[in-house]
């Protein structure tokens, strides 16, 4: 897999395929939009939708740390997707992946699902925090437009970007990175995605199956 080193506020970091960031200098990886639950909460409603979206998820955070020398990983809002995410087959699932990964440190700064969703077990470990979150240069939040100190990462949005050719057209996940603010890609499986028209100052890089890459403006 090729990420993408860039710089943000003075710090290097790493766009990752896996649709997340690396902060290499902190150890740390930021995920932004995982939805925990999200498929158990459409059956819970009578939708038919698949099933194994949380072991996908696991799976997905078990490859960056295989990857990545990371201590911690920052979840920017909506780590579950609401009240039925905390079925106790989703619970177990994500209790047996945090038995085996007991020294990392795990930091949720609430979105708008977590507010309905309620807390993560106490028994995940995970540390909670309101956004805007301080963290070194940076601000991180779930919603892009919060006010704050800092250089803002935040997610809420899913960004996709439409490439497009004579003939095709692709909608891929993508970083949008501005003077200010970045926003991150919804990491979570069964996620979806919402096109946005990118500001004058952004920085499009999509994920492209294994890759991240930079749109060139014309």
Known sequence: MTAMATELAGEQVLLLPQKALYWPAARTLMVADIHFGKAASFRAQGVPVPRGT???N?????????????????????????????APATLQAM??????HRELELLLVRGNHDWHAGDPSELLHVALADEPFACGPFALCHHPGVACEGYAIAGHVHPVFHLRTARESLRLPCFLLGTSRAILPAFGAFTGGHSLIPQASDKVYVVAEDSVFLIEKR
Request: cysteine-free; hydrophobic content about 45%; overall charge negative.
């Open 54 to 56: 949380t072991s996908e």
């Open 58 to 86: 696991l799976a997905a955070l078990e490859t960056l740390l295989t990857t990545h020398d990371a201590q911690r990983i920052i979840f920017l809002g909506d780590f579950l997707h609401a009240k039925a995410a905390q």
């Open 95 to 100: 209790l047996d992946w945090r038995s085996r």
